[in-house]
């Protein structure tokens, strides 16, 4: 399997949105892959954030109102995410946080031999530490309940698994009932529906398309660079023996230290 898009989504988010033009760049240049912002949004907030195609492809969804609990934590966000993979059927689509960039090309390595029509979960063991009572929610099989990041499969191989409605309004509103599945949800302000949904959907579709990289706690966490500190060694940043950078927020308030890092990117 290789990676043709790496997505990310936003909305008009001051926290979030200076990520795009320096992050797209490096994902672009660095690991040959097409950046793909999902924005949701109208048109006029799009404009006024000054995202840059120069590195990469922006795609608006219209908000759907009566879905959003909390604008500053909308799971709805979260969600576009997935269903954007729609748009790219036959393309090898990866889902990550718009602050998250890989600082080496292990995950892509780590996928190379795997055939495309499967489903890939990247962080599958990221949730294995934790509980029914630290989660709020209770997995439809035991095991199911996985980060939205770094899932990767093509595009018609998303819509296979979640089975997404014809236009984007649809598909949220449809989401939107399964909240009185989990009510811990209600306290979130439905924040996590996005996974909650997602790990549901899994465990009930063809597990024998589904392949895991159970190498969260083992390859991955003890090689993040983790915000609020940012914390590293500018050789192993060089060389590569950091997994990602997990990045402090927002990008406008922390420009100089990310700027600093990123220059160092082997």
Known sequence: MKVDRVLMSLNNNSKYAGF??????????????????????????????????????????????????KRELDWSVTWVLYYATSLFPDDVCMTTGIDQLLLSSDYFDWISDIKEDKYVIGFADAYKN????????????????FPTSHH???????????????????????????RADHPVLKRQKCWGLD???SSTMLANWDTDKIVR??????????????????????????????FELHSSRPYKQFKKEIDELLKHLG
């Open 152 to 178: 990767a499969a093509k595009g018609k191989t998303f819509c296979e698994a979640y089975k997404f409605e014809k236009t984007w309004e649809e598909e949220a509103r449809k989401v939107f009932k399964n």
């Open 20 to 69: 795009w033009n320096a992050f797209s760049k490096v994902w672009k240049n660095k690991y040959n892959v097409l950046p793909t912002l999902i924005f949701l949004g109208s048109q006029k907030e799009l404009r006024s954030l000054d995202l840059s195609e120069d590195y990469g492809e922006i795609y608006r969804f219209n908000e759907v109102p009566d879905v959003i609990v």
């Open 195 to 197: 996974e909650t949904y």
């Open 130 to 145: 934790y509980n029914t009572n630290s989660l709020g929610y209770s997995p439809a099989k035991l095991g199911f309940f």
């Open 213 to 242: 990289i159970n190498k969260f706690w083992t390859h991955i966490k003890p090689r993040r660079i983790e915000r609020p500190h940012m914390v590293y060694e500018i050789d192993k940043l060089k060389n590569g023996e950091y």
